[in-house]
């Protein structure tokens, strides 16, 4: 799709994409567009001719933005449906994370983490099961939402070093298709003592179902749901102490 500089991009993902029937819309700007509507514009003039509920979150640029933001042209819009709940490379050396399709090595991103300086490392991994809710899975997909997804990501970490004095982080994320029994995500935290490495680790994978746009689709003997919630609504994960 040819971009003018006098639009603006809303995208759409996941289930609202598949009901859109396109992954993007370009919006003409106009004087005191907000978020709210030019997103209303796009839905209206998608395929599916959308009609969202409260449930979405919105981002403006790779940010989460309150629907009575204003727009200029060149502005690019995210509709964030839930999600459930990154490929790239090695930030600096403490910390390693990453969107990929390509099948996750546990081993690699906790040799990472480990120094002589850490007398604790977890390693938390997450392996998609073969059954949820009394269905049969045979697989899931997962789509992300790039770079902001690995943004968000990095402000996990950010606000794990505040909490906690923990080491090396790396942290990688599937996309696309994984089969039963494969991972979808590792994290690994190095610490000087074991307990803030488990408390860390945990916070990561709360934290990520809560503001990371990456989402999840479940295929299962007699259909497909898209699984989760919604990013971004202001939710925190509370009683964490150093």
């Not at 370009?26 to 567009?33: I, N, P, R």
């Not at 898209?226 to 994960?237: A, E, L, N, Y």
Request: aromatic share 8%; hydrophobic share 45%.
């Amino acid at each position: 799709m040819t971009h003018n500089i006098s639009e603006i991009s809303v995208l759409f993902f996941a289930a609202i994409r598949e009901r859109a029937g396109t992954g993007a819309v370009q919006v003409v700007a106009v004087d005191g567009m907000t978020v709210d509507d030019a997103v209303d514009v796009a839905c209206k003039a998608a395929p599916g001719h959308l009609e969202l509920g409260t449930a979405v979150m919105l981002a403006l640029n790779g940010e989460y933005v309150a629907r009575d933001h204003l727009v200029i042209p060149g502005d690019e819009i995210a509709v964030i449906p839930p999600v459930s709940g990154g490929s790239g490379e090695i930030a600096d050396d403490s910390e390693w994370v990453f969107l990929t399709g390509e099948h996750l090595d546990s081993s690699a991103l906790t040799q990472f983490v480990k120094t002589n300086l850490d007398g604790a490392i977890v390693t938390f991994l997450g392996v998609t099961r073969d059954s949820n809710q009394g269905r049969i899975v045979k697989y899931l997909e997962y789509e992300a939402y790039q770079p902001m997804a690995q943004n968000k990501m990095a402000e996990i970490i950010k606000e794990m070093r505040g909490r906690w004095t923990i080491g090396k982080i790396a942290v990688a994320h599937r996309t696309g298709r994984v089969n039963i029994g494969e991972t979808s995500m590792v994290i690994a935290v190095a610490s000087p003592h074991r307990r803030p490495a488990f408390e860390a680790c945990l916070y990561f994978v709360d934290r990520l179902k809560e503001i990371v746009p990456i989402w999840k689709k479940e295929f299962f003997e007699g259909g497909e749901v898209w699984i989760g919630k919604t990013p971004g609504d202001g939710t925190v994960v509370e009683h964490w102490h150093k």
